[in-house]
T-cell receptor, first 118, second 111 residues
Framework: SAVISQKPSRDICQRGTSLTIQCQVD?????MFWYRQQPGQSLTLIAT?????????ESGFVIDKFPISRPNLTFSTLTVSNMSPEDSSIYLC???????????????FGPGTRLTVT | DAKTTQPTSMDCAEGRAANLPCNHS???????VYWYRQIHSQGPQYIIH???NNETNEMASLIITEDRKSSTLILPHATLRDTAVYYC????????????FGPGTRLSVLP
């Protein structure tokens, strides 16, 4: 399975500021995703990070609030913009598939970034 | 919305088998059953998945009923480190298909 790292692992931020979270994979992957897990809740998909094109957002999530980049097959960033306390969550990236086609349909998750907005 | 229903919580004695049920009565013919678990403060961990045959790997066994409307994840010898939230998810095996996480089952392995 892919080894996924996220930076930062946690942060405490002031409202109105922005934070960029990085996701790095140790091998090329076809798909990368960003999820949010609010306190005591299950995971919710934010968007699919597409390499070389704009991310595909789920209902309730918009690019202005959660801009995403994916410059290559091993790296993606998620920015949480103009933060409010309601954005306090764990943000997780996940990956699926190898570069040569169907190698795996499982998704593997990073360790998460725990964000607290004060 | 999640297409599965699971008990909210379960207890299991250390060293015994943990049997976690999942109902997925509306599963489609091309949808697989996936199991993940999330240990506190960590990202979800893939456990196993299957279509219609029973599956086994080094972590667990997956038993799927013949009509595919329910399944059971079996941890044969539960340890304290297996305490986690276990998610049962149905999803078609196509790239880009979303994993929809429900609330899962909180398994507590007791000494």
């Amino acid at each position: 399975s892919a080894v996924i790292s996220q930076k930062p692992s946690r942060d405490i931020c002031q409202r109105g500021t922005s934070l960029t979270i990085q996701c790095q994979v140790d091998s090329q992957v076809t798909m990368m995703f960003w999820y949010r897990q609010q306190p005591g809740q299950s995971l919710t998909l934010i968007a699919t990070a597409n390499q070389g094109s704009e991310a595909t957002y789920e209902s309730g999530f918009v690019i202005d609030k959660f801009p995403i980049s994916r410059p290559n097959l091993t790296f993606s960033t998620l920015t949480v913009s103009n933060m409010s306390p309601e954005d306090s969550s764990i943000y997780l990236c996940s990956v699926e598939g190898g570069p040569s086609g169907r190698e795996s349909y499982e998704q593997y998750f990073g360790p998460g970034t725990r964000l607290t907005v004060t | 919305d999640a297409k599965t229903t699971q008990p909210t919580s379960m207890d299991c004695a250390e060293g015994r088998a943990a049997n976690l049920p999942c109902n997925h009565s509306t599963i489609s013919g091309n949808e697989y059953v996936y199991w993940y678990r999330q240990i506190h403060s960590q990202g979800p961990q893939y456990i196993i998945h299957g279509l219609k045959n029973n599956e086994t790997n080094e972590m667990a066994s997956l038993i799927i009923t013949e009509d595919r409307k329910s399944s059971t994840l079996i941890l044969p010898h539960a340890t304290l480190r297996d305490t986690a939230v276990y998610y049962c998810i149905v999803r078609a095996d196509n790239y880009g298909q979303n994993f929809v996480f429900g609330p899962g089952t909180r398994l507590s392995v007791l000494p």
